[in-house]
């Protein structure tokens, strides 16, 4: 008997710490959220955050990967990410990204546009994740055209737990492993793994993971560091540049 109740306090002990290692930062979050102000996505900035280099005074090719707030509530959980290329002497970036919205317009999620690489996100100013230019640029972007071809849940689309944006920027980081690509803890649906897939490479190639259907894993790997993931939500730490990796807020500690 007694032992029965050490064991039922040991996991009420440890349901709450979950409980706060999720709840907390996500309240954090959602503070954070709200105080930006309600606002009607037609009226949200979509112009250049002025990060890329511009075509015309960049003839050497270009390899941008961005993370932005994603719209409304959705920005609470995490971020809408996106690749960007410019191929050598190119008056314009191509942008690949999934798109929910464009499904029920179109037969697949998948954008490719000329356009603008470096775009707010329907008012989030995005983040530079990862930057490649020169010669080695040139050699991988042909490689993440044919990823964005075979992403193949090009025709479902999934908030939660995915198949959403960031499974497809994880898709690519994983046929392109050469882009090393440390994906936020914001991602959300960067550990669905597509064609229901139990086990894979860590998108940036440099460990493995285990997840069941994106709501439940662990990856473990030299630039992601080690992750938990509980129902889509990541936490973890990062050991080659120290933080903590908390749900809805990020990394918290050294830039990566």
């Known amino acids: 008997m007694a032992h029965g109740k050490t064991l039922f306090k040991r996991i009420t002990f440890f349901s709450l710490m979950l409980i706060g290692l999720l709840g907390l930062p996500l309240a954090a979050s959602a503070v954070g959220k709200w105080a930006e102000g309600p606002m009607h996505w037609s009226q949200a900035r979509r112009d250049s955050a002025e990060i890329a280099p511009a075509p ?15 719209w409304s509530w959705r920005g609470i959980f995490g ?16 942008r690949f990204e999934v798109m ?7 037969n697949t999620a998948v954008r490719a546009t000329n356009g603008n690489p470096d775009g707010y996100w329907f008012g989030s100013k995005p983040d530079l994740l990862r930057e490649i230019r020169g010669a080695e640029a040139e050699a991988l972007i042909p490689r993440i055209f044919a990823a964005a071809k075979s992403y193949p849940h090009a025709s479902t689309y999934r908030v939660w737990p995915g198949p ?4 497809f920027t994880a898709h690519i980081a994983r046929q392109v492993p050469e882009l090393r690509l440390d994906l936020p803890p914001t991602a959300v649906g960067k ?15 440099t460990g493995y993971q285990v997840s ?8 473990l ?5 080690i992750e938990v993931n509980v129902l889509g939500l990541t936490l973890g730490v990062d050991v080659t540049s120290p933080a903590l990796k908390l749900p809805g807020v990020g990394r918290v500690g050294f830039p990566d």
């Open 79 to 94: 971020v809408h990410t996106w690749i960007a290329v410019k191929q050598p002497d190119a008056a314009h970036y191509t």
């Open 191 to 205: 550990d669905f793994i597509p064609e229901g897939g139990i086990f894979a490479e860590a998108p940036s190639g």
């Open 164 to 167: 959403n944006s960031n499974t």
């Open 100 to 106: 929910g919205w464009q499904l029920r317009h179109s």
């Open 212 to 219: 069941f259907f994106g709501l439940a894993g662990l990856m």
């Open 221 to 225: 790997a030299l630039e992601e560091g």
């Open 56 to 70: 015309e005074t960049t003839p050497e090719a270009v390899v941008h990967v961005y993370a932005a707030r994603a």
